[in-house]
């Protein structure tokens, strides 16, 4: 009886999440790509919101390598939701500093901006990214302060 409950439980459960991935698939999110390095884990993306309105013109991904201490920060556009996107910039610094190292300031960066990298072994990270596109002239720009500590 037991294992007939189990057999049938897992059976849902792989079923569920097959489900789930299908909703949830990758036709919704732009590609990330880890362009920090392989010993950089990926940690979470962040939104770029356009200025106005309320959809995800993009993502800013952080990495981290543990065994340096340093931060990673990538600026991509979300290919699901705005077309054409460019300069595209990403900045990241260690919180409570004024050294931003930023990436696509100035520039006509069309896929992503960065990688961009700051220590902050023991401390948090403040990053920023942004990106204009085609669509009615729209842009969106978003940061976060002390968002991810190493």
């Excluded at 699901?80 to 931003?100: K, L, P, Q, Y």
Aim: proline share 1%; aromatic share 12%.
């Amino acid at each position: 009886m037991i294992k007939k409950h189990l057999a049938t439980v897992l059976t849902a459960t792989v079923l569920a999440g097959g489900f789930v991935g299908l909703s949830a698939g990758s036709a919704h999110a732009a590609d990330r790509v880890n362009k920090c390095g392989s010993s950089y884990a990926f940690k979470k993306s962040w939104t770029i919101n356009d200025n106005g309105d309320a959809r995800v013109a993009g993502f800013i991904d952080i990495y981290y390598n543990s065994g340096n201490g340093y931060n990673c920060a990538i600026a991509r556009g979300n290919d699901a939701t705005v077309t054409n996107h460019h300069e595209i910039f990403v900045a990241v610094r260690r919180s409570g500093t004024n050294d931003w190292i930023n990436d696509g300031a100035g520039s006509n960066y069309t896929r992503y901006a960065g990688p961009v990298y700051a220590y902050a072994k023991g401390a948090c990270i403040d990053f920023v990214g942004g990106l204009k596109y085609n669509e009615s002239a729209g842009q969106g720009a978003s940061g976060y302060n002390s968002q991810h500590c190493g």
